[in-house]
């Protein structure tokens, strides 16, 4: 069994940045598919970044985070991060991150509802203007 765990969030203003981590309990995330997601109140679950693991190399992010976010791994700690830059108050949400053997549901610029395997609790991220 994997457990993740998330960390990071906070309260931030419009324009300001966070770092997400996502922490794994096993070398097993270490060759798989890392994937963050959020949901806002009211609304459906998010796919926004995802990263194969291992120095693999595929990366996919949604359009509405594209050069605002960035997703990086560090191997050794067992953790994928989440750069997330220029925040708005649209980007509000629980984030949670999720693992599995692969980057289910991504395409190019988009996310399609899938099921991941993994799950961390989620950290809640709020921007205010």
């Known amino acids: 069994q994997v457990q993740l765990v998330e960390s990071g969030g906070g309260s931030v203003q419009a324009g300001g940045s966070l770092r997400l981590a996502c922490t794994a309990s096993?070398?097993?995330?270490?060759?798989?598919?890392v994937s963050w997601f959020r949901q806002a109140p009211g609304k459906g679950r998010e796919g926004i970044a995802a990263?194969?693991?291992?120095?693999?190399?595929?990366?996919y992010y949604i359009d509405s985070v594209k050069g605002r976010f960035t997703i990086s791994e560090d191997n050794a700690e067992n953790t994928v991060y989440l750069q997330m830059n220029s925040l708005k108050p649209e980007d509000t949400a629980m984030y949670y991150c999720?693992?599995?053997?692969?980057?289910?549901?991504?395409?190019?610029?988009?996310?399609?509802?899938?099921?991941?395997?993994?799950w961390g609790q989620g950290t809640q991220v709020t921007v205010s203007t």
């Open positions: 990263i194969y693991t291992g120095g693999r190399g595929s990366i």
């Open positions: 999720a693992a599995d053997v692969a980057c289910f549901g991504w395409r190019d610029g988009i996310w399609v509802e899938h099921e991941y395997k993994y």
């Open positions: 096993r070398r097993t995330i270490n060759s798989a598919c």
